[in-house]
């Protein structure tokens, strides 16, 4: 059993990386700071930084963070689909729920962070790179065919582009997001 220290060390850890993953959805993972949690969160800075040691750990953290919540909104509740078409169309749905009611403030975690840290090599990148790469290929996964990747690509370009709609106020971002995906996957099993 582990003691208080250590629940309480988990437990700001949590709370911390809440507030990062909100704030680095809407003004990326370039601008978290240990100041800035700090006096969002009432804490001190040398605090936080205790609990993550340099911004880099701070910003993968945050990645994993932002993935295992989007982890649980979108994709586990479409594995209890069947594998193929019903999958995809619950974890375009589910995709289409966290970017648009938004689960992060600034949308999209991934489209907010990505364009940033795409030719930054570095721990960063590679875990959002990593993210991205599984993301496409559990799409590929529903689709059959030999261009399943290629699907998988363009179906991820569809949600990026309906994210920024989403962004924009697009009323009707969510319906032709769909309409576009299906008209994609046609070949899905």
């Known amino acids: 059993m582990p003691d208080g220290r250590v629940l309480r060390g988990r437990e700001s850890r949590r709370v911390v990386l809440q507030r990062a993953v909100d704030l680095a959805s809407a003004d990326g993972l370039e601008g978290l700071s240990f100041g800035r949690l700090a006096t969002d969160l009432g804490v001190s800075k040398s605090g936080i930084q205790t609990l993550f040691g340099t911004k880099q ?3 993968v953290a945050v990645i994993a963070a ?32 966290y970017a648009s009611e938004p689960l992060f403030p600034g949308g999209c975690f991934w ?5 940033v840290f795409d030719s930054r090599p570095g721990p ?4 959002l790179v990593e993210q ?22 363009r179906i991820d370009a569809v949600l990026a582009a309906a994210n920024t709609a989403f962004r924009l106020d697009d009323d009707g971002a969510a319906d ?3 309409r576009a995906v299906a008209g994609l996957v046609q070949g899905v099993s």
């Open 57 to 59: 750990a701070l910003q």
């Open 66 to 97: 932002a993935r295992a919540a989007f982890e649980e909104a979108v994709v586990r509740p479409a594995m209890d689909e069947p594998a193929g078409a019903e999958r995809l169309r619950a974890l375009v749905d589910g995709w289409i729920a």
């Open 111 to 115: 489209a907010a962070n990505l364009p």
């Open 124 to 127: 960063v990148r590679d875990a």
């Open 132 to 153: 991205q790469r599984e993301w496409r290929a559990l799409l590929a996964d529903q689709v059959s065919g030999p261009d399943a990747d290629l699907a998988a690509f």
């Open 176 to 178: 032709t997001a769909r």
